[in-house]
């Protein structure tokens, strides 16, 4: 299921749908040690509640919106190593999806409550990408350094050079 194929929220069906989404999403019982399915929350509500009516040239719902901020600082505490997952279909971390995403919609928005609450999101976010999840961690770069190389490669989405940032988040392998 794609982001799309839910519908649209506003629909009495994608209500019911965001209100189970938020549901799940706020409450710490899932211990599933498969985060693609938190993976896919995040995503689907980001995509729906603050991508899509971005896209569209209106203000998010502040109130999806919200809830759609929280459950992303929610998931990211209850799983630590969300935001390093690697998805099914590619072969980049979470936050690669995840951050130049926060970046479009902070720059679509002219400030007020929402820009502040995705600030502090987006601050969230990349503390937990700088914390080490475990010692069974074998990426290529972790902790601070992982969370430098996340910061420059945010400032090379922000300068107009996405390619570049795939590109060089893509881990690299000592031996073939």
């Known amino acids: 299921m794609t982001p799309d194929d839910i519908g649209d929220l506003g629909s009495a069906t994608g209500q019911q749908l965001l209100e189970n989404l938020i549901k799940e999403g706020l409450t710490p019982s899932g211990q599933d040690a498969d985060?693609?399915?938190?993976?896919k929350l995040v995503q689907v509500l980001l995509q729906n509640c603050i991508l899509k009516p971005i896209s569209r040239n209106s203000q998010p719902n502040p109130q999806q919106a919200q809830y759609t901020l929280t459950?992303?600082?929610?998931?990211?505490?209850?799983?630590?190593?969300?935001?390093?997952?690697?998805?099914?279909?590619?072969?980049?971390?979470?936050?690669?999806w995840l951050l130049p995403r926060l970046v479009q919609v902070a720059v679509s928005l002219d400030g007020g409550s929402l820009y502040d609450d995705l600030m502090i999101t987006m601050i969230d976010a990349l503390r937990a990408i700088g914390r080490n999840s475990?010692?069974?961690?074998?990426?290529?770069a972790k902790g601070a350094r992982?969370?430098?190389?996340?910061?420059?490669?945010?400032?090379?989405?922000?300068?107009?050079?996405?390619?570049?940032?795939?590109?060089?988040l893509t881990p690299r392998h000592p031996f073939p």
């Not at 475990?134 to 290529?140: G, I």
Request: glycine share 4%; proline share 5%; net charge neutral.
């Open 134 to 140: 475990s010692e069974e961690d074998v990426s290529w």
């Open 71 to 96: 459950i992303l600082q929610t998931q990211a505490k209850l799983h630590p190593g969300l935001l390093c997952s690697r998805g099914q279909e590619n072969d980049h971390p979470f936050y690669c």
């Open 146 to 168: 992982r969370l430098s190389m996340v910061l420059r490669h945010i400032h090379s989405f922000c300068q107009g050079e996405p390619s570049r940032v795939v590109s060089e």
């Open 35 to 39: 985060l693609s399915k938190y993976r």
